[in-house]
């Protein structure tokens, strides 16, 4: 008997779909509503946009839920695997990240974008590359046969990692691209949008595991979050892209010069991790999910980081963007070639 085809849910399917619509819808909203705009613009508390934290908070909480630091202390039962992911997302993504956005943002677009500008587009890129996936890659490692078990290992250390890693590797990576790093506002960010939401999230997670026991927080609770995360997302895009409205209409031909970078480094990642893993003869069960980490983003937290140190409207900003409308159709291309290499 065949087994069942796995398919993706049909709103995470056309995520990219709904990504261009609310594209479409923010520009649009920019354009009619003009300088309106700034009102939104100018509610920050310690240079952090109100509404766009309350809405990135609401992406970044229901995936914080899943997470169960309890699978780390299974880790040294089959280490080899999720050492190759650290390796892959740590010491490798975010250098290759930030090379191939000096190539192409500071020498080979030099004739379409202004040098000053040039170190914020890189800076957005490094932002991404420096913020490994924790959501998506669920589902990438479900419609890959991944061990789900050993994949929630991996975002759960990949989560611990973020907390004491990323400041100092986005300030390492932006201090080489000669943008002034306000550590502050950085270190504020990384508080806001991942030591709070990780922290609700796990006692969330403890005392309603405890009163009404692990299958139900899974089967009932958990689903109820998955549109939350989404809706907030494509809120957060419309909001972003009315503020990048007059940018993106002065300069139409933006979006795909940020998406070549975007896509190739996703590619070369996802090749680097897949035959990396078969050399260390990890199952296909582990390699597929440690490929997918590697090559696909915490966008969220990009995004966030992106807005926090630059503004709505920055270069930065948009290209965290960006590297959401490329990740979905980029990463099911990714899904297919995984399940035909299956071994």
């Known amino acids: 008997m065949s087994k069942t085809q796995k398919k993706i849910a049909f709103f995470e399917k056309y995520l990219t779909l709904w990504v261009g619509i609310c594209i479409g819808a923010g520009i649009l909203l920019g354009h009619l509503a ?17 509404p766009i934290a309350i809405l990135i908070w609401l992406m970044i909480y229901p995936m914080m839920l899943q997470i169960d630091f309890g699978s780390v202390k ?20 975010p250098f290759t990240m930030a090379f191939f956005a000096w190539i192409f943002f500071d020498q080979l677009y030099s004739a379409y974008i202004e040098p000053e500008l040039a170190g914020e587009y890189i800076a957005g890129a490094i932002l991404l590359g420096v913020a490994p996936c924790t959501a998506m890659v669920f589902v990438w490692s479900y419609l890959t046969d991944g061990d789900p078990n050993y994949t929630l290992v991996q975002v759960s250390v990949n989560d611990l990692i973020i907390l004491v890693a990323f400041v100092p590797l986005v300030g390492l990576l932006l201090g080489i ?48 979050f998955k549109p939350v995360s989404i809706i907030a997302l494509l809120f957060t895009l419309v909001l972003l892209f009315a503020f990048q409205g007059p940018n993106i209409l002065n300069n139409p031909m933006i979006i795909l ?25 990890l199952k296909h069960s582990v390699c597929a999910p440690a490929s997918m980490i590697g090559a696909s983003n915490f966008f969220e937290l990009a995004v966030a980081v992106a807005i926090a140190l630059f503004g709505l409207e920055s ?29």
Do not use: C
């Open 34 to 50: 003009g300088d309106s705009m700034s009102f939104l613009a100018n509610m920050e508390i310690y240079n952090v946009n109100i």
């Open 74 to 93: 299974n880790v040294g039962k089959a280490p080899k695997g999720l050492i190759w992911t650290v390796i892959i997302n740590w010491l490798i993504k």
């Open 177 to 224: 691209t000669n943008v002034t790093v306000p550590y502050d506002t950085l270190v504020a960010s990384v508080v806001i949008f991942v030591v709070i939401p990780l922290v609700a999230g796990l006692i969330t997670n403890k005392s309603l595991v405890a009163k009404y026991g692990d299958v139900w927080f899974k089967r009932e609770f958990l689903p109820k």
């Open 257 to 281: 010069l940020i998406a070549i970078p975007l896509i190739i480094q996703t590619y070369f990642i996802f090749f680097l991790a897949w035959f990396g893993g078969r050399k260390l003869n």
């Open 315 to 343: 270069p930065a900003a948009l290209v965290t963007v960006v590297g959401v409308l490329v990740e979905v159709p980029v990463m099911l291309s990714l899904v297919t070639l995984a399940n035909k290499w299956k071994y």
